[in-house]
């Protein structure tokens, strides 16, 4: 029988391919318009280089840190991801992972397990919410997230609502029915593991959000939900200082890319940014996030927090991006591929890999802690980097 181990990232996406109907595997990739910025994520890192020392490199590396008020044992975070239908546990199963790797959990709005039965199986849970609704729908999720132990609040602004791609869409229903699972029956039927898996729990993926319910009111679908969240006009800066006071605590602000939004954030009383554009997802022709982040987090880095997240698939590449300014990285497609390849323990050995490689290139580079690497570490081509709105 084959291992149910892998040794690399790019393996666990190869077995989520394999494993997944093409539908829910094209959810997962996703992507906007040609998928420029989502191909950029990841090829960016590729472009940087390291300069390792050959001798009298550190026996032992200390990895831990502390960011949005979390101690970790390492620098990597769950990035919060929308309706996990590639695994009946979902959300909860990736919890446990992190938790058992001593890392922090961001769980979604459109999630699909809630926020109670996550944080139960990780107390370092962040909850993230999106603009939708009035101010009394958003205060009360909330105030849910608040009562259930979330640990920090996450919004996630930068959606633009592109739905276009060239490589076509998924078609991802809006219930699961006797009529749907008869139209998605012959690729599901060729992915005997994934399907053996609902089964085994008796009922059919679900497709609702239950972190959107109102109060005492029943789970929207996951599309009624987004209807919702479309037809809401977009937050200003006092809308995303409002809900900071609101929330009281650790609030990140996702998203963000540029100098001038970074310098608002901080106005707006954030107290930690992420670098990101949403995985590709949302603005085709925004720049890598690595690329984006030197100039970030000179401008704000010793004022907030400053994360990254997109195109994150090694260990190396979480050095490279604390080498250039981040306190840590968030990820999302990377355990999503280690859920559908093995559950829980998938995204236990996603994490394994990320704390090995980092691990691997802090001894190549002569560093002792995570919190030792510099710019030095790192080889920058020229016109690699990139400065938005400085």
């Given amino acids: 029988m084959a291992s149910s181990w892998f040794e690399s990232v790019a393996v666990a996406q190869r077995r989520a391919r394999k494993r997944l109907p093409a539908s829910v595997y094209g959810a997962l990739m996703a992507g906007s318009e040609r998928g420029q910025t989502r191909e950029d994520n990841v090829a960016a890192f590729a472009e940087l280089g390291f300069a390792p020392h050959v001798a009298g490199n550190p026996a032992q590396r200390d990895l831990a840190t502390t960011v949005l008020g979390q101690a970790i044992s390492m620098p990597v975070i769950i990035s919060p991801t929308g309706v996990q239908a590639v695994h009946p546990d979902g959300e909860v199963a990736v ?10 959990m961001g769980l979604s709005s459109f999630g699909s397990k809630p926020v109670e039965d996550v944080v ?3 107390p370092q849970t962040l909850f993230q919410i999106y603009w939708s609704g009035s101010r009394d729908d958003i205060l009360a999720r909330l105030e849910r997230a608040r009562k259930a132990g979330a640990v920090g609040l996450i919004l996630t602004t930068d959606w633009t609502f592109s739905h276009s791609r060239d490589w076509g869409s998924p078609h991802i229903p809006d219930h699961i029915d006797l ?13 005997p593991r994934w399907l053996v898996r609902y089964a085994r729990t008796g009922r059919p993926p679900d497709l609702t959000v239950p972190n959107m319910a109102p109060p005492g009111g029943p789970a929207p679908r996951f599309f009624g939900a987004y209807g919702a969240w479309m ?10 200082a409002w809900l900071r006071e609101q929330w009281g605590g650790v609030f990140l602000l996702k998203g963000v890319s540029r100098i001038d939004d970074a310098k608002r954030a901080v106005d707006a009383g954030v107290t930690a940014i992420s670098v990101s554009n949403h ?7 925004t720049p890598a996030t690595i690329r984006a982040l030197p100039a970030v987090a000179d401008a704000v880095g010793s004022q907030v927090e400053v994360l990254l997240d997109g195109g994150v698939r090694r260990g190396s590449d979480v050095v490279k991006a604390l080498a250039l300014g981040a306190r840590a990285v968030m990820i999302g497609r990377a355990y999503l591929w280690g859920l559908a390849a093995n559950g829980q323990s998938g995204v236990e050995n996603v994490l394994d890999i ?10 190549g580079l002569g560093r002792s802690s995570v919190h030792e690497l510099s710019r030095d570490d790192v080889l920058i081509p ?3 980097l990139r400065s938005l709105g400085g």
């Fill in 382 to 384: 020229p016109g690699f």
């Fill in 279 to 285: 995985g590709g997802n949302n603005l085709d022709g």
């Fill in 120 to 122: 139960a199986a990780n």
């Fill in 95 to 104: 919890a446990r992972a992190a938790a058992a790797r001593g890392t922090a």
């Fill in 354 to 363: 990320f704390r090995n490689g980092i691990d691997s290139a802090l001894l």
């Fill in 231 to 240: 037809q809401t006009p977009p937050p200003s800066w006092e809308d995303v």
């Fill in 179 to 191: 009529r749907t699972m008869l139209l998605h029956a012959p690729e599901a039927i060729i992915r």
